[in-house]
């Protein structure tokens, strides 16, 4: 099984992108033949100074294997190194239908938030593609925000098979030039809330921080939105993100601890108001997240080390996509 991701080196990762995708990462690393990658060319549509593009690619690339990402066990690399990507989404774009992608969520929402889309934007769902395509991948695992992206490279591979493989059967998806893949995702953490209830996301400034300091984070963690429960009352269980959180954070055993907690309501509010249960949340994260965060300082200590994992990665990730382009190439007549 060859399992393939990425994650875009656009800002800083959030536990969102840890519980959504990075720690299933981790998991299917021991499964099959891992490609993980970070995303620095999509991550160009929004950061647009050069040296920040840099360094945000080593920062993600520290947050990979701080997080557990082995870098001798999956092929780790930047998806920049791989020129070939570039010229696959290319070839993949001349058979795409244009309403394919005015239909794609991440150019919609950009159109109804106002802002005037550029053609990166509009593509980014064919390079994501190509991303998937170039390394005959059979499994990706994803946060619910990708499955629609992933959907559509489910169709365009297949429409790319029917058009250049004779007798191409697209039911049973197999003999195809580009191999089907299949998303994965699972249901309790495919979509982490943010503080404010929405959807964790940095454009939505409603983030808890993978890397930021003691005091950010304690900053983050204090903001999740509450009602006006008072302590000796349970707690509602709906449209609560401190709740989420705290389920997605902890383990089943502890959470049916503090669930109890939450719905029982007592007099005291050191015990069950809702600011005791943000300290159990601070507490949860930086007993999950303190040893990942101290490795990830001591990468980002040692970059010419980063960049050394890299390029071996990338050597390793070209040798996957060579047969893949050669066939690709071979087809279509160039
Ligand atoms: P990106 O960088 O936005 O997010 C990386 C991963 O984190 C997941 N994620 C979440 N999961 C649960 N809850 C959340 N609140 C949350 N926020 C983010 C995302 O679903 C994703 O899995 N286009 C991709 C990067 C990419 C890619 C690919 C992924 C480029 N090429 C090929 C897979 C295969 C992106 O922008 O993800």
């Keep these: 099984m060859r399992i393939l991701s990425g994650v875009q080196s656009s800002g800083r990762l959030h536990i969102g992108n840890y519980y959504g995708a990075i720690r299933e990462f981790v998991r299917l690393q021991e499964e099959g033949e891992a490609l993980y990658f970070i995303a620095n060319l999509h991550a160009l549509n929004s950061v647009r100074d050069g040296a920040r593009a840099r360094e945000l690619t080593l920062e993600t690339a520290a947050a990979f294997i701080a997080l557990g990402v082995d870098p001798a066990r999956a092929t780790l690399f930047r998806q920049s190194d791989i020129p070939e990507v570039a010229e696959l989404y ?16 991440s150019y919609k929402d950009k159109l109804a938030h106002g802002a005037a889309p550029d053609f990166g934007l509009f593509g980014y769902p064919v390079l994501m593609a190509a991303d998937i395509l170039l390394y005959d991948s059979d499994v990706v695992p994803v946060g619910r925000d990708q499955r629609q992206h992933l959907e559509l490279t489910i169709d365009w591979a297949g429409k790319f098979n029917r058009q250049y493989v004779p007798g191409y059967d697209s039911q049973k998806r197999t003999g195809g030039l580009l191999k089907v893949p299949a998303a994965r995702t699972r249901d309790e953490t495919a979509s982490v809330p943010g503080r404010d209830g929405q959807k964790m996301s940095k454009t939505y400034n409603n ?6 300091t003691d005091k950010e984070i ?13 302590p000796d009352a349970p707690k509602p269980t709906a449209d609560q993100p401190l709740y989420e959180l705290l389920k997605v954070v902890f383990s089943p055993e502890e959470f049916a601890a503090i669930d109890a907690k939450w719905r029982e309501g007592g007099g005291d509010p050191k015990t069950h108001g809702y600011g005791a249960f943000k300290q159990t949340l601070l507490d949860g994260y930086h007993a999950t997240f303190d040893p990942a965060r101290k ?18 990665g990338a050597q390793k990730a070209r040798a996957y996509a060579a047969p893949v382009i050669s066939r690709v190439r071979g087809a279509v007549g160039l």
Excluded: C
């Design 90 to 105: 290319w070839i993949l774009g001349t058979v795409i239908p244009m309403a394919d992608l005015q239909n794609a969520h």
């Design 207 to 212: 983030t808890i921080d993978l890397f930021g």
């Design 218 to 230: 304690e900053k983050q963690i204090k903001s999740v939105k509450t009602d006006s429960t008072t």
């Design 295 to 312: 490795r990830y300082a001591e990468l980002m200590n040692d970059r010419a080390e980063l960049e050394r994992l890299l390029q071996q």
